[in-house]
């Protein structure tokens, strides 16, 4: 058997920061004048939200959700349990979610329909990967950052096993599967 590790890499250090810049740009752009709360799902995306934020030329307000999809370690079920809801109520306000990755679309198809529920005044999604799978659901992403392959990635906030989170850059896991 041999040991998961990170291999090629997809997107590297410059290539993030550059798209991130991007991204916080837009959201700045269409944020003016506007009330911004910055949902960001637990664990994935903490490095890029941390990374957008600090880019962004509008305030805003941060608060998080923690999740946990169930299934295999590299294929999630779409049976989605909440393990740390917002601190907060986000009724009338602009909510903008921030993800690492959309892959099958379940779990965020799940949180935006309960986030829909409490009446924000807007709700968008800025996702800094997605994959193919999800094409299938009705599900849009104002703000996405890379299109990737059907491929397994680490690094940058992506884990595997809650491992290689702190890598910098986004690689293909190599010796799994
Ligand atoms: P979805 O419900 O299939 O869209 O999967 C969403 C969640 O699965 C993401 O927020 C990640 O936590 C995890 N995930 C999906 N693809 C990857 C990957 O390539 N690497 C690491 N985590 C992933
Ligand atoms: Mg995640």
């Known amino acids: ?7 090629r890499t997809l997107i590297d250090a410059d290539q993030l920061r550059g798209k991130v810049a991007e991204l916080a740009a837009a959201v700045s752009r269409d944020y003016e004048g506007r009330d911004l709360l910055v949902v ?3 664990k994935g995306a903490v490095f890029f939200i ?3 934020v600090r880019e962004l030329t509008v305030p805003c307000e941060l608060d998080f959700m ?3 999809s169930y299934g295999s370690s590299t294929h999630s079920s779409g049976v989605v349990r909440i393990l ?3 601190d907060h109520p986000i009724e009338g306000r602009h909510v903008l979610v921030v993800e690492d990755v959309i892959d099958s679309g379940l779990t965020l198809t799940y949180l935006v329909r ?5 009446n924000p005044a807007s709700l968008e999604i800025c996702t800094l990967l997605t994959k193919p799978r999800h094409r299938e659901l009705p599900l849009s992403a104002r703000y996405r950052g890379f299109d990737l392959p059907d491929v397994f990635v680490v690094g940058y906030g992506l884990d595997y096993n809650e491992r290689f989170r702190g890598l910098m850059r986004i690689a293909e896991l190599d010796g799994v599967g």
Do not use: F, I, Y
């Open 1 to 7: 058997m041999t040991e998961a590790r990170p291999g």
């Open 40 to 42: 960001g799902v637990l």
């Open 50 to 52: 941390a990374d957008l």
């Open 66 to 68: 923690a999740v946990s």
């Open 84 to 86: 740390k809801d917002l």
């Open 114 to 118: 309960n986030l829909q529920s409490r």
